[in-house]
């Protein structure tokens, strides 16, 4: 591994750390629109419902952003593959991005559902 190659894999992992700080973040913030949620459950307080749902809006918001610099991190690495690597990084490669390009898909299709579904009539999870 080159002295290049080392100092591109610290910076990634450096920016998976603030992501983890991120994610814990986002965990404190469900746990608080979970409390949110069974207030508004048990009490029908439409400033409970007003608010659980933009904090779910806001967590999904986020949760795109991390899942849109994890594609185009990957993204990244298919396109900078050069024909002398291996067969399998090239899979694994591509399978990263297939997976990253579905989260992402999925979180886009998440927040839709938390803008859209004004009722709170479907549970959507964070996974």
């Known amino acids: 591994m080159s002295t290049e190659e080392k100092k591109e894999l610290l910076n ?65 690495d298919v396109s900078h593959l050069k024909a002398t690597d291996s067969r399998k990084k090239k899979d694994l490669s591509k399978l990263s991005l297939l997976g990253s390009t579905l989260i992402l898909l999925s979180g886009v299709i998440f927040l839709y559902i938390a803008i859209v579904d004004t009722d709170l009539d479907v549970e959507i999870a964070f996974n």
């Open 12 to 76: 990634k992992i450096k920016a998976e750390n603030i992501v983890w700080i991120i994610y814990f973040a986002l965990i404190g913030l469900c746990l608080y629109g979970n409390k949110i949620e069974k207030h508004y459950v048990l009490y029908q307080d439409p400033y409970s419902k007003k608010k659980y749902r933009q904090i779910t809006i806001f967590i999904f918001i986020v949760a795109i952003t991390v899942y849109l610099y994890f594609f185009c991190d990957n993204y990244k």
